[in-house]
């Protein structure tokens, strides 16, 4: 059975259950939400081994092959672009189509969350290298620590061969696991989306939310449907883009509702490799930059959040000097969300209200209660970003063996 249908009935199984379960019950709300985290968790368990014995292997043969830097370039350019599209599309479908305004709440604000970056450029270089694989969330620490073992390795080949031999035979068993838990994770998808449902109904009952819903989710099928299979088409001259859709069929389900992209990492690199044939070497390197800088997707949806917000405040059109601002701010912040794998979107868009100040600074409340959904549809499209833009590096680079889509899983 394919991959992408073991989920898809996960998440049917999932939405059944949420409509039988008695979920006024309190006491099996609790256990679903308990489900919940510990499968979520069980599923992150295996990405920084994976993603550190990987990337060692990657850098060392990009390097020994004389790829490693055309492979950075390529990667940080489609990281960039696709942001910057991510966020013109964001802001431009927003400024198009007026939304109803939502109802001023008078909720007390909790503290808001900052982002400090001079702590998480501390945090990259950790007292003790060893700590740098003991960090689950922000992977670019790990990362750092894997490119420069992977890089020295690669100086003596001879000399370094049993840090290779050792990583090569880690990763593999670490894939192998790693492929068990997203098999796994296909059944335990049934009570992540069933809790996910519960939330989601209190969220649509009102029907305020309902417009804003409608508007990520056109904007998604105008991303995935359009714009990405057509750059796929002009840069890589490929006659079949909607194949690299497919393949992103179960990562993208595993991406929405667990609105974490660091959880959905596994099951990318398996769909990249088994199904679209991107190499190691290539895949080990680009899926975890990608998950840690590609979040236009939270710059989307935070940008359309954020527009939502001010004409729920005032009748005046927005200045253009305010409209740049926000799509700079959207744009350059999503860019410091790595350490922040699930809920970066709605942190983005308290950060925007603070930022903004002029009485905007508590603003977010208007938005609190959906952001399960802003978070959800910001994984989604961060998801099929990291997707797309592996396999256009791949293609680029000359790392990918092609399959033929009746071989997909």
Known sequence: MKVWIKYLLGVALGIVASFILPTDNAVCLDIISFLTQLFIRVGRYIVIPLIFTTAICAVNKLRASKLLWKTVRWTFLIIVLSSLILTVVGVASILLVKLPRIPITVDVASEITRINVKEMILSLFPTSGFDAIMNGSFLLVSLIFAFIIGWESATNEITFKPVFALADACAKLFYNVANFFMELLAVCCVAIVCYWTIKFKTIIEPGIYTPMIIMFFCDFIFIAGIVYPLILYFVCHDPHPYRVLYASIAPMILAFFSGDSNLVIPLNMRHGSESLGIRRRSRGFTYPLFSI???????????ISFILIWRSYSSLSI???????????????????????????????TLLCDKYAKGFETSF???????????????????????????????????????TIQHFI
């Open 365 to 403: 409340l208007l938005l609190q209660p959906a952001t399960l959904i802003i978070c959800s549809f910001a994984s989604l499209f961060d998801s099929v970003t990291a997707m797309f833009g592996s396999y256009i590096v791949a293609v680029k680079t000359k790392l990918i063996e092609h399959h």
């Open 293 to 303: 800088f590609a979040r236009g997707g939270s710059a989307l949806v935070s940008a």
């Open 319 to 349: 200045p253009l000097t305010d409209i740049l601002w926000i799509f700079g701010l959207s744009f350059g912040m999503s860019f410091l969300l790595g350490g922040i794998p699930s809920g970066g979107a709605f942190i983005l868009l």
